[in-house]
Nanobody
Framework: QVQLVESGRGSVQAGGSLRLSCAASGRIFSSYAMAWFRQPPGKEREFVAV????????RYADSVKGRFTISRDNAKNTVYLQMNSLKPEDTAIYYC???????????????????WGQGTQVTVSS
């Protein structure tokens, strides 16, 4: 059993910053990739960012490139998402995810991930 617990829910003004975290517990395969997805109101869940085990390989959605940074601390089994220069269109429920394999630059859609957090609300006001 694997459980992911997200934190960092909050409301911020446009241009502000927020940091999300997600801690994994339970038995997880070694060298696993972690990622963030989000679901805006009335829309489908979409990819945000992914990071491999060592932190040497990342990829971001075009909509967040240059504004968001994904990182991880394997000693804590935790992934972070630093969000800067937030825009109203960033408003969404954010989900962290883990898959039982590393990330090598391959496809990282939601169907490739095995475990999910409960989601945390991020609201950006204009």
């Amino acid at each position: 059993q694997v459980q992911l617990v997200e934190s960092g829910r909050g409301s911020v003004q446009a241009g502000g910053s927020l940091r999300l975290s997600c801690a994994a517990s339970g038995r997880i395969f070694s060298s696993y990739a972690m990622a963030w997805f989000r679901q805006p109101p009335g829309k489908e869940r979409e990819f945000v960012a992914v990071i491999n085990w060592s932190g040497s390989r990342t990829r971001y959605a075009d909509s967040v490139k240059g504004r968001f940074t994904i990182s991880r601390d394997n000693a804590k089994n935790t992934v972070y998402l630093q969000m800067n220069s937030l825009k109203p269109e960033d408003t969404a429920i954010y989900y962290c995810a883990v898959r039982r394999s590393d990330y090598y630059g391959d496809y990282a859609g939601p169907e490739t991930f095995d475990y999910w957090g409960q989601g945390t609300q991020v609201t950006v006001s204009s």
